[in-house]
């Protein structure tokens, strides 16, 4: 439910692209990208390799500039050491002030500094690279605050109150069953 809301509200935020570099803790996400892509919501490309990923949404998000809009591209993927080869490309979206937005599968908390496999501090990565970095941790209620949260990113990815576009990060926990019990339907 948290995927599928989160997928909803970039939607609604104004995300039309999204580049999904697949992985295992990014199903949740997965599933509700493609449902939303088969709803004609957005378009979803899949790259299997992270850094190419970001910047094949880096470029997108380029070439929507060149021709007068300011759009923010997705990129989505997995846990671990793939949210870290994102890095160059977010350092290009913060040089060049194009509005790049990272969504990173993350394990949930309690699974951090236990020696869990692929767990990496992903919050707060980018550093000062990005306009916001916002961890949505895994069993936040899908409702009106994950809306808010994901508006307010990308507000500020557009740049709309500093006038200094950019990249973010919504850094988000799922905890398993990462397979839906059931398909949605947007």
């Known amino acids: 439910?948290?995927?599928?809301?989160?997928v909803g509200a970039l939607v609604a935020a104004g995300v039309r692209h999204v580049v999904h570099c697949p992985g295992s803790r990014d199903a949740p996400l997965a599933y509700a990208l493609d449902a939303a892509e088969r709803a004609g919501w957005l378009d979803a490309r899949v790259h299997l390799d992270e850094r190419d990923a970001a910047f094949i949404a880096l470029?997108?998000?380029?070439?929507?500039?060149?021709?007068?809009?300011?759009?923010?591209?997705?990129?989505?993927t997995t846990s671990g050491t793939a949210v870290a080869n994102l890095h160059p490309a977010v350092a290009e979206a913060d040089a060049s002030g194009t509005p790049l937005v990272v969504v990173s599968a993350d394990r949930p908390h309690e699974m951090w500094?236990?020696?869990a496999n692929q767990v990496t501090r992903q919050?707060?990565?980018?550093?000062?690279?990005?306009?916001?970095?916002?961890?949505?941790p895994a069993g936040f209620p899908p409702d009106q605050r994950l809306d808010a949260a994901v508006s307010r990113a990308?507000?500020?990815?557009?740049?709309?109150?500093?006038?200094?576009?950019?990249p973010v990060q919504l850094n988000v926990g799922l905890r398993e069953?990462?397979?839906?019990?059931?398909?949605?339907?947007p």
Not at 123 to 136: E, L, N, P, Q
Not at 177 to 185: D, F, K, T
Request: with cysteine.
């Open 1 to 6: 439910l948290l995927a599928r809301r989160l």
């Open 177 to 185: 069953p990462l397979v839906p019990g059931s398909p949605w339907r």
């Open 113 to 115: 500094g236990t020696g």
């Open 59 to 76: 470029g997108i998000a380029k070439a929507a500039r060149l021709e007068g809009r300011c759009e923010p591209v997705a990129v989505v």
């Open 123 to 136: 919050s707060g990565i980018f550093g000062r690279t990005v306009r916001d970095a916002v961890d949505i």
């Open 154 to 166: 990308l507000t500020l990815a557009r740049g709309a109150l500093s006038g200094d576009p950019g």
